[in-house]
């Protein structure tokens, strides 16, 4: 811990930026926060209480959020399909896949942003417009060692947790509904058949690029807080919409990659 | 040691959810008085806060609502194009995304997104005002706070959902011809009629439920969260994060029951 780091001087989002999901500016703030990590050393036990605070208390929302999801997205598929193939069981397999690739990281991602999202960034945005930040700087703290990159690990090992939860109870919601709802076999709801490779590496990637995406956005969103009580509110939104917006948005730069692409 | 918190627990769990029931209640409370309250202050309502209410919530979204759109519209087409794949159904993809859109993704996605960008910022600006004793002041020198300031951002916030779910629902619906037709090569031609034929009023009507049902969600549940703020710049962040997870959770279950209401009522 030095007290005069070079790049302890400047606060990050002294300058305001117009898009919160500028690519290069999130680059730049990631990269910091490893560096900073490196050399100025960081704490396991702050990491550990992130992963508290983002997965242990997200984990609730997602899992009741995407069991209705899941029931819901059922009786529209059954709305849909049982008028042309009369007994819904045959389109269980195709189901499980597109759930797993497509729809229930999506959600769940979406569900995590808004959570994690808000909670990020209107705790970071309270200790900037409280000069807590800048009381961390003046005990030779870092923020980018110590504030952001705990957050950034957390959200990298928590959320593709929450990820893989979400996902695994809307399947199970969605047999469980088909069983009972609409006299289907639940168990071709559960059947992996036609998941490859591919689709699993799909969900990786969609899980870990939205751990990426949404805890930086977020932190982001909170460093750029200005003014008081009214600036932590606007941080708040502004990290919210920023980080459902990276998942939304990410979801569509890999969903173009992998279909041109793999 | 272990054999006394063993015998602890039924104890916990009886105040676990009790504590969780009459948080619960409370909530449910608090949205009945903010929406009584707010049909009281109708007839007093000043119609210039009403519309810079409406322009600070809505009118300021609308860009996001229509790139949400075309987000909703990509993960349609993604979604469709590998049933689409596997079944070879080509011409009722438009039927399909249609549906998905009006009666589940357009409505549904864009509330959660809107529950953080209007239903966060509701919350955070009432907030402030809590904290800052300006309500209080308002009620100081005899003018009704609530008719003044909080009724007017009830209906626009609610309003704006509605409106921008709409707006979002439309550029869903054109993002995924277009998209249908690059990804998954199916004509607008045959997008259109597939959509004209099968697409009902009930579809629309089924959107239009759910949306209004969403927006008063997301103003209630923000309002009476903002409402209650209390401390200083931390409680503000707090009540806009909590106005958003509370209201995304009850989004997810309001969703399947309406669902299960308008699958029975307004069958496609």
Known sequence: ?262 | MVGASILRLPARAVLFVSGGLSRFTQEIGAMGLVLLRTARALPRLDPREVIRSIVGFGYDALLLSAVLGVFIGFILVLFSNLIVARFGVKSLFGWASGYAVLRELGPFVTALVMAGRIGARNAAELGVMRIGGQLEGLRGVGVDPFALLVAPRVIASALAVTVLGIVASAVAIAASIGFGWLISAIEPSTFLTSFEARIHPADLLAALVKLLAFGATISLVSTQTGLRAEGGARAVGQVAAKAVVVSAAVLTGLDWLITFVTEQVLPS
């Open chain 1, 1 to 262: 811990m030095s007290a005069t780091a070079p790049d302890s001087a400047s606060v990050p989002g002294a300058h305001r930026p117009r898009s919160a999901l500028a690519p290069i500016p999130l680059a730049i703030l990631c990269a910091r926060a490893v560096k900073s990590a490196l050399r100025h050393g960081f704490s396991g036990r702050d990491i550990l209480r992130q992963i508290d605070a983002m997965g242990t208390r997200s984990m609730l929302l997602i899992a009741f959020g995407m069991a209705f999801f899941g029931a819901v997205l059922v009786e529209h598929g059954a709305s849909q399909a049982r008028p042309i193939v009369g007994d819904i069981t045959i389109v269980g397999p195709a189901w499980f896949e597109v759930m797993l690739r497509d729809l229930a990281p999506t959600i769940a991602g979406l569900l995590a942003a808004v959570r994690i999202g808000a909670a990020l960034s209107a705790e970071i945005a309270a200790m900037k417009v409280s000069e807590q930040l800048d009381a961390l700087e003046l005990c030779a703290g870092d923020i980018h060692a110590d504030i952001v990159f705990p957050r950034l690990v957390a959200g990298l090992i928590a959320i593709p947790a929450l990820i893989v939860i979400g996902t695994a109870t809307a399947e199970l919601s969605s047999a469980f509904c088909a069983l009972f709802f609409y006299g289907a076999d639940g168990g071709a709801f559960l059947d992996s058949g036609l998941v490859d490779g591919c689709d699993l590496f799909a969900f990786a990637l969609k899980a870990f690029g939205y751990a990426l995406a949404i805890p930086l956005a977020a932190i982001r969103c909170g460093l750029d807080a200005q003014g008081g009580p009214g600036g932590v509110g606007e941080a708040t939104t502004r990290g919210v919409v920023a980080s459902s917006m990276a998942v939304l948005l990410l979801n569509v730069i890999l969903g173009l990659i992998l279909f041109f692409c793999v």
